[in-house]
């Protein structure tokens, strides 16, 4: 089946570091990725939608400038937090879709603790 | 604006018996695709089952099935034979079937439902 690979699974990082999360389609191409935030015991929040050389979409109150996003190639899109702070410590989620009639499949999500 | 409803913050369940997971969604879309999707203590989020809304017959994976109401707008989950293993969040999504004119597509999930399966 179809895989995704989000690296690193855990990441613990002093405030103001910037922290670069990557994901990967492994097996797919991968036309479009998804980067979600999941709060504890809660659903799953939309961060940006991004497609294969062109600039993410970002959903309402994501910051842009905070939240980089490249999506470089076919198999590969990264999150880059900027300057991360502790209110930014959370669960974030990337998951692939390849063509439009395909689900999205997840990546493993990385934690986020920012000091 | 689509919306997705999960009415049941936690279930439980006797392990080898049957439980049924609600979701209810609002669209004047004709076209789109509905998921559950399993989130174990691992994180991991899992595709477990889809369903195509143009299709009357309701999908099927192994001991999972759905219910798809469609004039009702609903799209139950039903778990048989429960193990221990099915123990999870689910969250049940929906998607448009036709590119938007946004020009991204979106996936609109509900809160979850916790299950919990009794040994």
């Known amino acids: 089946g179809a895989v995704v690979s989000q690296h690193p699974s855990r990441v613990i990082c002093k405030s103001g570091t910037s922290v670069k999360i990557e994901c990967r389609s492994l097996d797919f191409q991968a036309t479009t990725m998804f980067w979600y935030r999941q709060f504890p015991k809660k659903s799953l929040m939309l961060m940006a939608t991004s497609n294969e050389g062109s600039k993410a979409t970002y959903e309402q109150g994501v910051e842009k400038d905070k939240f980089l996003i490249n999506h470089a190639s076919l198999t590969l899109s990264t999150l880059t937090v900027t300057s991360a702070h502790p209110e930014d410590s959370s669960f974030y989620i990337c998951s692939a879709m390849g063509d439009n009639y395909q689900p999205q499949h997840f990546g493993d999500g990385t934690r986020l603790s920012i000091l | 604006a689509q919306t997705v409803t999960q009415s049941q913050p936690e279930m439980s369940v006797q392990e080898a018996e049957t439980v049924t997971l609600s979701c209810t969604y609002d669209t004047s879309e004709s076209d789109y695709y509905l998921f559950w999707y399993k989130q174990p203590p691992s994180r991991q989020m899992i595709l477990v089952i889809r369903?195509?809304?143009?299709?009357?017959q309701n999908a099927t994976e192994n001991r999972f099935s759905v219910n798809f109401q469609k004039a009702a707008k609903s799209f139950s989950l039903k778990i048989s034979d429960s193990q221990l293993g099915d123990a999870a969040m689910y969250f049940c999504a929906y998607r448009s079937y036709t590119y938007p004119t946004s020009g991204t597509y979106k996936y609109i999930f509900g809160t979850g439902t916790r299950l919990k399966v009794l040994a």
């Open positions: 369903q195509e809304a143009y299709k009357q």
